[in-house]
């Protein structure tokens, strides 16, 4: 252990253990990362991983970039890393498995443990930042490896394999978390295409073509510049064809000639009127022969 959690065993803890034991305790802390190291404890091993993250962070900000903020809860099962406003879970690190903890003397804002990681078994450094609480927060791991002694001891090993039973259904549960969020940002992304296509292809700036317009009887008027067979009517089908001029007598609206005095027989009138047609059909004969 280190000496974080063996220098003041006699020392009375600051959290009840109820509140490590039934609850959890909260830190608010800057995280600056994790990264592989070596061996599991260790001062000297976790000043070279500070160093490495710290020289990581300067490159950060010289780059813009700001160091995420985290929200630490610490309890008996171990200490999970979650985003402040969502609370999603970044990062569950089972207490059996944390191996060494201990804020770093030469500055009073960081602290560290090492955690072996449960998928690829390599044990990771975890960073931290906090102005105030780097050292009270070290403390409360500390208290949290003390209770989960003492309960070890009294269920006989028990405990320990319920608590791995339920850290195991923890990760689960995360697992399914992080799919199920994975899922939404997939159908609001296939949401989000579908609108933009419907846009693109909404007849907004198109033109439509308009009908051809159409009388009281709902028929196209007649137009001598377009041919009648080119234009359909409104039921989509096209208009009768217009029929050829036949040399047949037309007849009237009573089925009656029409009335030409030319052609007329020659007792249809009196004498004296017949006399001046006759005259009227020579003159006009004499007319057309000199044309």
């Not at 959290?15 to 994790?34: C, D, Q, R, V, W």
């Amino acid at each position: 252990m280190n000496r974080a959690f063996s220098r003041k065993k006699d020392k009375t803890w600051m959290h009840t253990p109820e509140a490590l034991s039934k609850h959890y305790i909260p830190y608010n802390a800057k995280f600056l990362g994790s990264t592989e190291v070596e061996q599991p404890k260790g001062t000297e091993v976790v000043r070279d991983a500070v160093r490495k993250l710290k020289f990581a962070r300067h490159i950060k900000k010289s780059e813009g970039q700001k160091i995420p903020k985290v929200e630490l809860q610490i309890s008996i099962y171990g200490v999970k890393i979650l985003e402040p406003k969502t609370k999603e879970v970044q990062h569950n690190c089972q207490l059996h498995r944390i191996s060494f903890c201990a804020d770093d003397k030469t500055d009073k804002r960081i602290f560290t443990f090492i955690c072996k990681d449960s998928e690829s078994n390599k044990h990771l450094c975890y960073v931290f930042d906090s102005e105030k609480c780097a050292e009270e927060i070290t403390l409360t791991i500390g208290q949290a490896f003390d209770l989960a002694y003492r309960k070890f001891l009294e269920s006989g090993g028990k405990d320990v394999e319920t608590r791995k039973q339920i850290a195991g259904l923890q990760k689960r549960i995360q697992d399914l978390e992080t799919e199920n969020m994975e899922l939404k940002n997939k159908v609001q992304d296939l949401e989000n295409q579908l609108r933009i296509t419907q846009v693109s292809t909404s007849p907004a700036g198109s033109v439509t073509p308009k009908s051809p317009s159409t009388d009281i009887f709902d028929m196209i008027p007649f137009s001598p510049i377009s041919h009648q067979s080119s234009i359909p009517t409104r039921n989509g089908t096209q208009p009768p064809p217009v029929p050829s001029r036949s040399t047949e007598i037309k007849r009237d609206l009573f089925g009656a000639e029409p009335f030409d005095p030319f052609n007329c027989g020659a007792g249809d009138f009196p004498p004296d009127i017949q006399s001046k047609l006759d005259e009227m059909q020579r003159q006009r004969w004499r007319g057309s022969k000199w044309d």
